[in-house]
Structure formats: C-alpha cells, structure tokens
C-alpha cells in the first residue's frame, strides 16, 4: 500500500523544507530506514527499511510525504506500521507548526513552493510534462504541469492469479463509477464541484496524449493476448541510459520498437541537450501508465484511481480492493445481472467522470454526493453545487496523432433551390423540365428546382458538380420556346399572388406529395415557400471516425457514431446562428411579396435574411430535442406528429437535421443510425458564381469540427428555445444592436459573441497547423469587424434601387456566362 499525505503549514504559508529535512533525518534515525536517496543539494527524499520494504519518501515534491509498505497477509499489521510512523512524524511536524492531513488535493497548494524535488527522475518528469506547450492550443491540455506537486493518491497492489487478471480488469472497470463517488476526495479551486478532480490532471496532461495511457480500459478483455496488445499500444516517453533520463515525445510501443533511432533530450546538469539512441528490449520497464488498474513489473495488480483518503479512514480503500478481489467472482455475476445502472446505456467511463460531482440529477431526482470540506483535516461535509446531469460525452480525440492529421477529412453534398422565372420578372407557369432526373428535382412548387449533388470527398468537388448540374438547367431554360432564368437570389422577384406559385405536382404512387404541400399551403400560405437557399450536408469520414472509436469507451460502433453526431447536433443548435450571420445575404425584397398588386418597389426589410429571420420559414412553436440517443430524439420527432402540431416529421422546419442514408425517414434513422448532419440555413449568395461560397462551407465545416472536439454541455429545453431564437436574431441587419439570448449569462451583442467564437476557433486550429484554416476564419471574422464585408450589406447596396430589374440583369449574364 501507499499512501501520499499533504503537508500543510498551519500558519497559512508555505511549507518550510529545513524543517521537512529535519523531520525526515530524526525519523530515520528512529526507524532505522538505513536505504536511502538523495537529491542533488544531499537532502533525503527516499528510504527505505530492507527488512519490511517500508518506504519514507516525497513523491515529487517536499509538500508530500508518501509512506509505501512492503508485502504483508494481514492488512492490519501494514496499519499498526503506519501508525507507529504517522504518529511519530506528524508529532515531528507540529512541533514546527505543520501537520500532514489526509486529502486528495493539498488544501495550501496556492502559498506553498510547488518546486520538484531535485533530482533526475522528478528532472525528467516535470520537464516531461513542460512538453505540452510545443502542441499549442491544438489539444485541451491544462495549464498545470506541476499537478504532481500537491495531488495525493492512495494506491493498493495484490496478488492476483494470472487466470483472474482478465475477469478482475473487467469487473474493476465496472466499479470504477462507485469508488469516485465513494473515495472522492480531491476539490480544486475555491469553487470546486467535481469532487475527484485528480481525474482531469492526468486525463488533461501530456499523460494523457495517448488516451491508452491513461483513465479505464475501454475496452472488455477475453483473453490476456488482448490485454498485451492493449498494452503495445501504449506510449513511452522516458528511458534511461548510463544513469541519465532521456525525454522525448510519447511514442507508442509498435512505432518504438520498429524505429532504429529515437531522438531526444537529456539533463547535462546545467542543459539539456539533444541525444539519439536506440530502442532496447529493456526499455519496457521505463513504461509509465497511469491506467486505473494497473498490471506492474513485480507480478502485481495495481489499483491507482483513489484520491489520498482522510487519515482515520486511510485503509478504507485497500480494504474495499481487498474485500472485492476476495469475492470476484460473484462480483463479476452481480454486476453481470445489473438493472439500475448500465442497462441504461451507460458506460463506466462516463460515469466515472459524472458520479463525483457534488450534485447529480437524473430522470428528475437528485442525488447528493460527499464533498471535502478544505478548511478542515479531511473531514468530510455535504455540500451545495449546480444541478447537472448524467451526460454521455463521445468527442474527437484531437490528441491522437492520427485524428489530427485527418481531422478535416470528410464527405460533402449541397442541395440548391432556385426560383425559374420569365424575362418580366414573373414567376415561370412550365411544368418541371427536368422530369426523373435524381439531381434535379422540385421543392415546393412546380417553378422552384432544387439541384442535389451526390456525396463527393470535398468542397472543391462538391460544387463543381454542383456548377453542372446548374449548366444543364440553364441550357436548357435557355432553350425553351419562351426563354426562362435562375432567379439568384433568396427572396423572390414579382408575385402577383399565391397562383403564381403553383403545387408541385406528382401522380401515381407520388400523388401524396401534391396533396401534403396543399396542407402546407393552406398553413403557411404560399408566399413563404417561395424563399429558396442552400442546404449543406456533411458527414466525417469513416477512417476517422474508426480510428476514434478505437479510442472510446463506447463498444459498438453505430452507438458510437450516432452519439457523436447528436451532440454535434445539439452544439450546431447552440452556436449555429454564426453561419446564418455570415451567410445571409437577402435584405430586400419586391414590394409584391409585401402588398398584393404593388410591383417594381425595392424594400428593405431591415433584416438580412427573411427566411432565416421571424418572418421566415419556422414553425408555429420552437421545437425542443431530447439529444440523449437516437431513439430519444426520434421520440422527440414524432411527439409533435402525434400531438397534431405536424402533419409529419418534414413539416419540422429546423436549421438542423439528423439524416440516414439511404431513404430519408425517421424510420430509417432509427434503424440504420445517423450517417451525415444537414445544415439548412445558407441563403442563396448572388455575389458568386455558384449561388455559394467554398470559403463559407468550409467556415461550416471549420465549426463543427470544433464543437465535435468539445466537451458536452446540458442544453435544458429553455436554451434550445433561446437557440432558436438566436438563429432570428442573427438574421438581423445590424448585429451590434441584436444580442445573443443566454439563459443565464448576460446578452451579448451578435458581433461581440461572434468575434470571440471565432476567437477560440483561430485559438484551436493555430496549434494544429491547417492549410488556408487560418485566412477562412480571418475571412469570416472580417465580417464583424467591418459590416461592409457581408453580403446582405453588398447586396443593399447593389439592389436597394430597381431590385427586380437589376436581378434580371444578373440572372442573365449568370446564363451567359454558365451555358
């Protein structure tokens, strides 16, 4: 056993090492801890008695004291020994005013010297961990290298049989949840309500860059051949040579042992310095993991996911691993037959990050965890805090050498609706000419084309096929007996009424689609149908997404995948109203689509998007989603079909869709999983040739890469309404005077929210290196700074005067220049 006790001192200042040095000298003398290291300035920070295998030692720093026992049958024997040594130190310490107490985090961290002992392996550590900064902002390291420094742990190793080692991996990994509840006892910060925050340092530091490192396994062994594989793929990042440490960056096992050089540094005692060296067979015991369960050197199990536990509780932990590993096999079956915890879908990762928070909420109860009071010796209290619930968080893994080399990677496909008019300026009264062909088809209405590009591996791709589809209709609007035009913009030219925008019609076994969108003219009327945009489809592509799920805890593939896209769904539903803002490009409208019979008016509506804005294409009510699965959100889908609020779930009329492939219906979603998210909000932009900008996709693409690396967030339902209102706020003209709705935080104007979203998005993607990312976001991010540089200011002022007119001008020399 071991256990790392904080060393405080009493009168709120920093620990004062002569008298830690004093303290350790007369403890040895009295133990006769005659084994014994020194650090480089000869003051003792390990001994050790070689009759028991006891140890006195400071593991990292002069504020921690660790006491380590050899092997023993009896635990109460290893206890009676720590008695004897805890008493007789701590009666040393207070004699000078300080004391050891027993917690996850020491209470004084803030005053105290947070400086490594000096010597090579705690050299070589801290500058391991110092590593973090040469990633940049492109992983979500913590700033708190030193971490090691004031938190405390208490581990536990046993004897296990090598025929148990595989059912107790997998069982211990199960109990992982409970023990942070139960043992958790490492606040952070003044205002703490995570109560194992220890977790998060290892997790969030260089440690943590091969996810295999560190945390639960995340995977259930069958066989110990899949536990050594498990283990190759771990990483090194230290070995020793002629008694010096060599740092480099972590490399997994496979690429270590196959290299015939490895580079790196090593202390010289004034610098370091580089050095190359070859891998050695040897060099497996320098591996440092950090998982929960550990499998050690000298033929032990070790258990290392407790926080330091208060001292007259301090056996508890070892006592709890004991008692289970004595009874695992009826551990194993209990847990196997468990009905209140993982049937819910849950696995032990997240429940491991979720169960040690001061409050948890779920499925409307709460439930009160312990929480350490800090201005006490490690008593504990109950505590107040948020209500948060249990939330099951899939993110990339940006941290994977792999994932971010191929972050970007993905699939793309546009959908493009436009208006076919005449050359007065009236709406086209033709039938569809472009009858059974898959790419171009109708949306609402019989004049309205809806252009649909197949999956293609980019942007670039995307709207090249895109552009061709748009020449063969121009060539052949051009060729019509009466000669017709792509109307280029989002809101209409002249209506003379809602005859001029007639039903799609469809026959035979299609007849039913004529007959929904008469129900959805006689609800919405069918001027509002005549807003036509673009839709923008996108999935992640598959090797990366495999090769993240390999990193997961989640073990099935499809779950995994579908909970990656539902959080990224809800995150879009959060911050999406940043693509409507650069995007939107329909300030003004005809004076027809205001006062029936009033033609040739140019309007300004004050806003940039009509669609996108309240006067747009919305629903009665703002929709709410349950994100938690996909048979959830489905569920959410349909209630407000078999409530009556929707004919059916297309009538949802949401900037954001969840989509299988294949046959597009709820049905299909449900079964097959979600293949790729629909971003809806893009207004038609005449301002370029392909009615869309490239730089404007990958913007989109640019934001949900970013939000897919971020941790889950609880949307309640109040911010899901705010969010949709946040979309008609961003439609606004002038986004300094409309504010983004918090349900708690202060509004904030659209320009300021969206200068600092992009902000962070610059802050990301710096550390990661991209072509071009970087002039996208500057490109967006202009938007903000100078007004002038978005579209619906360009196009007010192009068309503010003879709208229709100048927009026939347009559309023609758009036809010229395609066919």
């Known amino acids: 056993m071991e256990f790392e006790l904080p060393i405080v001192n009493e009168k709120n200042e920093p620990v004062n090492f002569e008298v830690i040095y004093q303290a350790t000298d007369r403890f040895i003398d009295t133990f006769s801890f005659l084994n014994v290291s020194r650090d480089d300035n000869e003051h003792i920070y390990l001994a050790v008695d070689d009759k028991t295998g006891d140890g006195l030692s400071y593991d990292c720093s002069y504020n921690t004291l660790e006491f380590s026992f050899g092997k023993e049958e009896d635990m109460n024997v290893l206890y009676k020994r720590f008695c004897q040594y805890y008493t007789y130190i701590q009666k040393e310490l207070r004699k000078e005013g300080h004391m050891l107490t027993g917690m996850g985090i020491n209470p004084r961290y803030a005053v105290n010297q947070n400086v490594p002992v000096v010597s090579e392996r705690y050299r070589m ?28 742990a208490s581990q536990i190793q046993l004897d296990v049989e090598e025929e148990q080692v595989v059912p107790m991996l997998n069982t211990f990994t199960k109990l992982e949840p409970f023990k942070a509840l139960i043992l958790a006892n490492s606040l952070w910060g003044e205002n703490a309500e995570i109560l194992c925050s220890r977790d998060n340092f290892w997790r969030n530091s260089l440690h943590g860059l091969n996810r295999h490192n560190v945390d639960m396994y995340n995977v259930v062994f069958d066989t110990t051949d899949e536990i050594v594989r498990y283990i190759k793929s771990m990483s090194l990042y230290c070995v020793e040579r002629e008694g010096k440490y060599i740092n480099f960056p972590p490399v997994v096992f496979s690429k270590y042992f196959s290299s015939d050089r490895i580079k790196g540094e090593y202390f010289d005692g004034n ?17 440092r993991s950090f998982k929960f369960e550990d499998l050690t050197f000298r033929g032990t199990v070790e258990f290392r996911s407790v926080c330091e536990q208060p001292v007259g509780e301090i056996m508890a932990s070892g006592a709890l691993h004991a008692g289970l590993m004595e009874n695992i096999g009826e551990l194993s079956e209990f847990l196997e037959k468990d009905t209140s915890i993982y049937h819910n879908g849950y696995n032990a990762s997240e429940l491991r990050r979720t169960f040690p928070q001061a409050f948890i909420w779920k499925g409307g109860e709460t439930f009160k965890s312990r929480q350490t009071d800090g201005r006490r010796n490690g008593e504990r209290k109950n505590t107040g805090g948020l209500h948060r619930r249990v939330w099951r968080n899939v993110m990339l893994h940006i941290e994977n050498e792999y994932i971010r080399e191929h972050l970007l990677d993905g699939a793309f496909g546009i959908e493009m609706e436009s208006l076919r008019v005449v050359g007065d300026g009236m709406l086209s009264q033709t039938a569809h000419p472009f ?3 898959a790419h171009i088809v109708r949306d609402f209405s019989e004049n ?27 060539e052949k609007l051009k060729a019509l007996p009466e000669p017709e035009l792509l109307w280029p913009f989002s809101n209409p030219p002249y209506i003379g009424g809602e005859k001029d925008v007639p039903i799609a019609q469809f026959d035979g076994k299609d007849a039913h689609k004529t007959a929904y969108r008469e129900y959805l003219s006689d609800k919405y009327g069918r001027y509002k149908m005549t807003f036509s945009g673009s839709h923008v489809n996108f999935s992640f592509s598959e090797d990366l997404l495999r090769a993240d799920f390999a990193l997961q805890s989640e073990p099935d593939f499809m779950k995994y995948k579908n909970k990656l896209y539902l959080e990224l769904a809800q995150k879009i539903a959060v911050y999406g109203w940043i693509l409507v803002a650069v995007t939107a490009a329909s300030p003004i409208v005809d004076s ?20 996108c804005s309240e006067l747009g294409y919305w629903n009665e009510f703002p929709p709410t989603f349950d994100y938690s699965d996909i048979d959830s959100y489905v569920n959410s889908i349909e209630k407000y079909v078999k409530n009556g609020l929707l004919k059916a779930p297309s009538e949802l009329y949401y900037p954001i869709r969840l989509k299988p492939a294949g046959e597009n219906n709820l049905i299909s979603l449900r079964k097959n999983g979600i293949d790729h998210i629909e971003l809806r909000m893009f207004d038609l932009n005449p301002l370029t040739g392909a009615g869309i900008d490239a730089r404007d996709v990958k913007f989109a693409q640019l934001l949900m890469v970013w939000l897919a690396t971020m941790p889950s967030w609880y949307v309640s339902k ?21 504010k983004i709705a918090r349900t708690e935080k202060r509004a904030r104007s659209i320009v300021h929210e969206a200068l600092k979203v992009i902000g962070w998005m610059k802050e990301f993607y710096q550390g990661l290196k991209m072509d071009d990312v970087q002039q996208i976001l500057d490109f967006e991010y202009e938007k903000f700074v100078d007004p002038e540089k978005r579209y619906a200011w360009q196009v007010r002022k192009q068309y503010q005067e003879n709208y229709v007119e100048k927009g026939l001008v347009l559309a023609r020399q758009k036809q010229n220049m395609t066919v």
């Open 125 to 152: 550590l801290f500058h391991h961990l110092s590593f973090y900064k040469k990633y940049g902002n492109s992983i979500p390291f913590h700033s708190y290298p030193n971490f090691g420094l004031f938190s405390c």
């Open 271 to 287: 610098r370091y310095r580089e050095i190359t060296f070859h891998p050695e067979i040897s060099d497996l015991q320098y591996l």
């Open 435 to 437: 009858p059974g062909d």
């Open 448 to 474: 309205q084309t809806e252009i649909n590009t197949g999956v293609n591996e980019s942007i670039e791709a995307a709207i090249e096929e895109l552009k061709g589809h748009t020449r063969r209709i121009q």
């Open 592 to 611: 027809s689509f205001m006062e029936k019979g009033v033609y040739g008016k140019s309007v300004f509506t004050g806003l940039s998007s009509v669609r």
């Open 718 to 738: 109040k911010d899901q309404v705010n969010a949709v209102q946040n979309f008609k706020n961003a439609a606004h003209y002038d986004l300094k005077t409309v």
